[in-house]
């Protein structure tokens, strides 16, 4: 299994431009979640999903779109980047839909820059 | 206030030292706890889970007081491959509230 996949790991955009980083995984979870991680704050929410079909709004959602087609894939969608949107992005999957009793695995991380 | 609160520290510490820390939460109805370990510019992964018991897991002691809102690691005789950031990580329903973590040190 290659676990939880995100690509690309680092990407540099200018203001108002739009990207997707894609994140998949496959150990068939049905609970998938994209955070940010900013120094001195800790990773935030930005949305998560219980499965296909099915997404909701974290703690941080503004500026973000995502959507679940499939099982193994949960793109973010940045709609316009802006400078607050530098950060590092982790998508993270378990396998219940309650993620509070289930190991959370994350990706690599994709590192944001946008000038 | 933040959700989930922790000493940043560095904490800074010798080989074979004992290093304790704890993290506090603001929803008492919280409902599962974590340490999450992240080294440098890599993912978390998952420590050990909190139990109301309490817990050990080899050198590494978790503690949960409810009653107080806080959990705890304590990191017996500590090894140069602690050295990280230690993610306190509460539950709610669907949401995982993390901590900004607490940095942990070990010198030779």
């Known amino acids: 299994n290659a676990g939880v996949t995100q690509t690309p790991k680092f990407q540099v955009l200018k203001t108002g431009q739009s990207m997707t980083l894609q994140c998949a995984q496959d150990?068939?979870?049905?609970?998938m979640s994209w955070y940010r991680q900013d120094p001195g704050m800790g990773l935030r929410l930005i949305h998560y999903s219980v499965g296909a079909g099915i997404t909701d709004q974290g703690e941080v959602p503004n500026g973000y779109n995502v959507s679940r087609s499939t099982t193994e894939d949960f793109p973010l969608r940045l709609l316009s980047a802006a400078p607050s949107q530098t950060s590092v992005y982790f998508c993270?999957?378990?396998?219940?839909?309650?993620?509070?009793?289930?190991?959370?695995?994350f990706g690599p991380g994709t590192r944001l820059l946008v000038l | 206030r933040k959700e989930v609160e922790q000493d940043p520290g560095p904490f800074n510490v010798p080989e074979g030292a004992t290093v304790a820390f704890n993290c506090t939460y603001s929803?008492?109805?919280?409902?599962?706890f974590f340490w999450y370990r992240q080294d440098c510019r890599k993912e978390p992964k998952l420590l050990m889970s909190v139990y109301s018991s309490g817990n050990e897991d080899g050198r590494f002691t978790a503690q949960l007081n409810r009653a107080s809102q806080y959990i705890s690691l304590l990191i017996r005789d500590s090894k140069l491959s602690d050295s990280a950031t230690y993610l306190c990580?509460?539950?709610?329903?669907?949401?995982?509230?993390f901590g900004a973590g607490t940095t942990v040190t070990v010198r030779a």
């Open positions: 990580v509460v539950t709610d329903d669907y949401k995982l509230s």
């Open positions: 929803n008492s109805a919280s409902q599962s």
């Open positions: 993270a999957s378990s396998f219940k839909i309650w993620a509070g009793q289930e190991t959370q695995y």
């Open positions: 150990m068939n979870h049905e609970y």
